[in-house]
């Protein structure tokens, strides 16, 4: 059964970088089909996606991330990741990597789309 592992999360202030990354337990050949995102759970908020990548690495993001977060993937390591930049206390939440296993060539946000999560990493964002 597949896994997804994320890490890097943590507690910075404001302006400050990160990188999560996300390793998957899957072979490279098979890895590098997925469509993979990361979505983002904020206490009292619904899961929303935030980026995603084809498996030719075409990449979609939340408008209110664009031109801060950079998602990319590396198929030898069987890991996305996801640069973020110049965060902001609005970026405050728990950040999934998931899996969309539907072999679409094109990306979806919707969370249904995605039928392998991981457990998450916190990321705090202090003002």
């Known amino acids: 059964q597949l896994q997804l592992e994320e890490s890097g999360g943590g507690v910075v202030q404001a302006g400050h970088s990160l990188r999560l990354s996300c390793s998957a337990s899957?072979?490279?050949?098979?890895?590098?089909?997925?469509?993979m995102a990361w979505f983002r759970q904020a206490p009292g908020k619904e899961r929303e996606f935030v980026a995603g990548i084809s498996r030719v690495s075409l990449t979609l993001y939340l408008d209110s991330v664009k031109n801060r977060f950079a998602m990319s993937r590396d198929n030898a390591k069987n890991t996305v990741y996801l640069q973020m930049n110049d965060l902001t206390p609005q970026d405050t939440g728990i950040y999934y990597c998931?899996?969309?296993?539907?072999?679409?060539?094109?990306?979806?946000?919707?969370?249904?789309?995605?039928?392998?999560w991981g457990q998450g990493t916190q990321v705090t964002v202090s003002s």
């Open positions: 899957a072979s490279a050949r098979v890895f590098a089909t997925y469509n």
């Open positions: 998931a899996v969309d296993h539907g072999g679409l060539p094109t990306l979806r946000s919707g969370p249904l789309a995605y039928t392998t």
